[in-house]
């Protein structure tokens, strides 16, 4: 038993003992250029006698990434000649009350088409840093720039095919569906990312994304036409190109073109709204923008904003949540953190949740020295467990977040049906909230839209659920699986007693 103690508390990402470094490394889904050793990211397994206390998927695969490559901006010093921001004459669509059309060239692009600023995003539908990008900072680009006529934005193709296998495919949709018009792109893109998660895993991805795209009204007919034909693997390869010649190697990545003077800046990664804001304010204003972030040195890497000391900040306007929008419980200046990543229908995060959380909490949260952060992570092997994770955010958009998390676990088998959402409605019922607040809620994009962002920040770490990440002295540590009671709380106390000292 002790062996197995030892065992357990051994980080299990060797590279999140030296400041969190492949935290802060991963904004952005990278090709590989100098491969990590592989001890650091091996994971130590903790051998237990009773059953494997984790549910796993398959997930994409992780770049092999250098220091310098990811969270980085740079500013560049000459013009680059991929770059043209001429609009279209063709008739022009609105999608969100945003004008939307195609450049010269045939590309989408969202905005005023003489906007003074055009970003350039190249992206991958099936990269978790884009999902996240599209998620938690394209919506406030949109709405303080973009609906204001000062920006444009052009999107790009960039499938890395090395790390995501199905990403070549879902350009080739989107682009078949840009075909019968810009604002049916602009929803096609939309639903690409928001259901990243149902078909990265997909052998066959092609049946789902022809649901997709009869699902927003395009013609099936002109589109599987396009499809059969493989007519867009030429456009996909010239953004492939046009990324390499502004030398992108990872996704996303933004470059901004100024019309007045032909300067471009760049910037990679997803990074924080601030960042975006900051370079975008002083292009409009007609300065040279300060270099967004310098190149990162090797384990001075920032952090996610969920891991941050900001993203654990509470949030002000709604109790209970953190500003990275994350539900947490107990002491908010506690000196360790646990995130914990789990799936409302995972029988080992349920196990967890009814036999271990209790001693955990009277031991450790109720005493304020640990605070506990719960985010969503539905496997693919659990058809409704997304839906639950709607249903949790909706709860929480009353106040009942921690209610309806306890209710879900304890009726799972009565929600793993073809269509959860009466059990779900039933259970808000139970909970005395605003019945038809929450129905509107269920049927919303916006809750499916955090069940989204959590399943991107832990797509990197998360090989199976439950999966625990602690935060401690500017440290962090993978404690994978539903532990008995006795090992998680050795695991914790040892981690406190280290970050005491």
Same mark, same amino acid.
């Given at each position: 038993?002790?062996q197995?103690?030892?065992?357990?508390?051994?980080?299990?990402?060797?590279?999140?003992?030296?400041?969190?470094?492949?935290?802060?490394?991963?904004?952005?889904?990278?090709?590989?250029?100098?491969?990590?050793?592989?001890?650091?990211?091996?994971?130590?397994?903790?051998?237990?006698?009773?059953?494997?206390?984790?549910e796993?998927?398959?997930?994409?695969?992780?770049?092999?990434?250098?220091?310098t490559?990811?969270?980085?901006?740079?500013?560049?010093?000459?013009?680059?000649?991929?770059?043209?921001?001429?609009?279209?004459?063709?008739?022009?669509?609105?999608?969100?009350?945003?004008?939307?059309?195609?450049?010269?060239?045939?590309?989408?692009?969202?905005?005023?088409?003489d906007?003074?600023?055009?970003?350039?995003?190249?992206?991958?539908?099936q990269?978790?840093?884009?999902?996240?990008?599209?998620?938690?900072?394209?919506?406030?680009?949109?709405?303080?720039y973009?609906?204001?006529?000062?920006?444009?934005?052009?999107?790009?193709?960039?499938?890395?095919?090395?790390?995501?296998?199905?990403?070549?495919?879902?350009h080739?949709?989107?682009?078949?569906?840009?075909?019968?018009?810009?604002?049916?792109?602009?929803?096609?893109?939309?639903?690409?990312? +928001?259901?990243? /998660? =149902?078909?990265?895993?997909?052998? @066959?991805?092609?049946?789902? *994304?022809?649901?997709? $795209? %009869? #699902?927003?009204?395009?013609?099936?007919?002109?589109?599987?036409?396009?499809?059969?034909?493989?007519?867009?693997?030429?456009?996909?390869?010239?953004?492939?190109?046009?990324?390499?010649?502004?030398?992108?190697?990872?996704?996303?990545?933004?470059?901004?073109?100024?019309?007045?003077?032909?300067?471009?800046?760049?910037?990679?990664?997803?990074?924080?709204?601030?960042?975006?804001?900051?370079?975008?304010?002083?292009?409009?204003?007609?300065e040279?923008? +300060?270099?967004? /972030? =310098?190149?990162?040195?090797?384990? @001075?890497?920032?952090?996610? *904003?969920?891991?941050? $000391? %900001? #993203?654990?900040?509470?949030?002000?306007?709604?109790?209970?949540?953190?500003?990275?929008?994350?539900?947490?419980?107990?002491?908010?200046?506690?000196?360790?953190?646990?995130?914990?990543?789990?799936?409302?229908?995972?029988?080992?995060?349920?196990?967890?949740?009814?036999?271990?959380?209790?001693?955990?909490?009277?031991?450790?949260?109720?005493?304020?020295?640990?605070?506990?952060?719960?985010?969503?992570?539905?496997?693919?092997?659990?058809?409704q467990?997304?839906?639950?994770?709607?249903?949790?955010?909706?709860?929480?958009?009353?106040?009942? *977040?921690?209610?309806?998390?306890?209710?879900?676990?304890?009726?799972?088998?009565?929600?793993?049906?073809?269509?959860?959402?009466?059990?779900?409605?039933?259970l808000?019922?139970?909970?005395?909230?605003?019945?038809?607040?929450?129905?509107?809620?269920?049927?919303?994009?916006?809750?499916?839209?955090?069940?989204?962002?959590?399943?991107?920040?832990?797509?990197?770490?998360?090989?199976?659920?439950?999966?625990?990440?602690?935060l401690?002295?500017?440290?962090?540590?993978?404690?994978?699986?539903?532990?008995?009671?006795?090992?998680?709380?050795?695991?914790?106390?040892?981690?406190?007693?280290?970050?005491?000292?």
């Open positions: 038993m002790e197995i103690k030892r065992q357990s508390m051994r980080p299990l990402l060797a590279c999140l003992m030296t400041g969190i470094t492949l935290l802060g490394l991963l904004a952005s889904c990278t090709l590989p250029v100098s491969p990590v050793p592989a001890a650091q990211v091996e994971a130590t397994a903790t051998s237990l006698a009773e059953a494997p206390s984790t796993t998927t398959p997930v994409a695969a992780t770049a092999e990434l250098t220091a490559e990811v969270s980085t901006a740079t500013e560049l010093v000459t013009t680059t000649p991929t770059v043209t921001t001429a609009a279209t004459s063709l008739p022009q669509e609105t999608y969100k009350d945003i004008p939307v059309g195609f450049t010269s060239e045939g590309f989408a692009y969202r905005g005023n088409p906007a003074p600023i055009t970003m350039f995003e190249f992206s991958d539908y990269c978790p840093f884009c999902s996240r990008y599209f998620i938690q900072t394209e919506p406030a680009i949109n709405e303080s973009v609906r204001s006529g000062e920006v444009r934005v052009v999107f790009r193709d960039m499938p890395l095919v090395q790390l995501h296998p199905n990403a070549p495919t879902a080739a949709a989107a682009l078949c569906v840009a075909d019968q018009g810009a604002r049916l792109f602009w929803m096609m893109h939309d639903q690409l990312f +928001q259901s990243q /998660a =149902e078909w990265q895993s997909l052998p @066959d991805p092609n049946p789902y *994304f022809l649901q997709l $795209a %009869e #699902g927003i009204g395009a013609d099936s007919a002109a589109y599987s036409a396009c499809i059969e034909g493989d007519e867009k693997t030429a456009t996909i390869e010239q953004g492939l190109a046009a990324a390499r010649d502004l030398g992108f190697s990872g996704t996303p990545s933004f470059l901004f073109a100024r019309a007045a003077t032909d300067e471009t800046f760049q910037l990679v990664g997803a990074q924080p709204y601030d960042q975006f804001a900051g370079l975008l304010d002083a292009l409009i204003a007609g040279s923008p +300060q270099q967004a /972030a =310098e190149p990162a040195e090797a384990g @001075d890497q920032g952090i996610p *904003f969920w891991a941050s $000391a %900001e #993203g654990l900040a509470p949030d002000p306007d709604r109790p209970g949540y953190n500003m990275a929008g994350d539900a947490y419980r107990g002491n908010i200046d506690a000196k360790v953190v646990v995130v914990e990543f789990s799936d409302f229908q995972c029988p080992f995060c349920r196990r967890h949740t009814e036999d271990t959380q209790p001693a955990l909490d009277k031991t450790f949260v109720d005493t304020n020295q640990i605070l506990w952060v719960f985010k969503n992570f539905p496997l693919s092997i659990h058809p467990a997304p839906a639950a994770g709607v249903a949790v955010e909706c709860a929480a958009d009353q106040g009942k *977040f921690w209610e309806m998390h306890a209710l879900l676990f304890a009726n799972v088998n009565t929600w793993s049906i073809n269509d959860p959402n009466p059990v779900f409605s039933q808000a019922e139970d909970l005395e909230l605003d019945a038809d607040q929450f129905a509107t809620c269920l049927e919303s994009d916006e809750a499916a839209q955090k069940v989204q962002s959590d399943m991107a920040d832990g797509q990197q770490f998360v090989q199976g659920t439950p999966t625990f990440i602690v401690f002295n500017g440290e962090g540590r993978i404690i994978p699986g539903a532990l008995p009671v006795d090992q998680f709380t050795s695991a914790l106390q040892e981690i406190i007693d280290t970050s005491a000292q």
